[in-house]
């Protein structure tokens, strides 16, 4: 994998949801693939992305739960 140490700027459209699509070329030259994780910062009226290691990135603390998972978690937490 080849990593670029220059500056690099595209215009990026907001879409639905403030969801933005970065450049397939930036992906694969960061080895973000569907469902990685990076983190995201606000400066002010900066936003910077931080992509992280991809193995990293397949071990962040958070899990998808089922709708009858949930339904226990609700059902545990009445009074």
Request: net charge positive; hydrophobic share 35%.
């Amino acid at each position: 994998m080849h990593t670029s140490t220059s500056t690099q700027s595209q215009w990026l459209k907001v879409l639905t949801k403030g969801m933005v699509t970065l450049p397939k070329s930036w992906r694969d030259e960061l080895g973000l693939a569907k469902g990685a994780v990076i983190q995201a910062k606000k400066r002010n009226r900066t936003i910077i992305l931080e992509a992280t290691n991809p193995v990293q990135s397949a071990t962040v603390p958070y899990r998808i739960y089922t709708r009858n998972e949930l339904n226990e978690f609700v059902n545990d937490d009445q009074l």
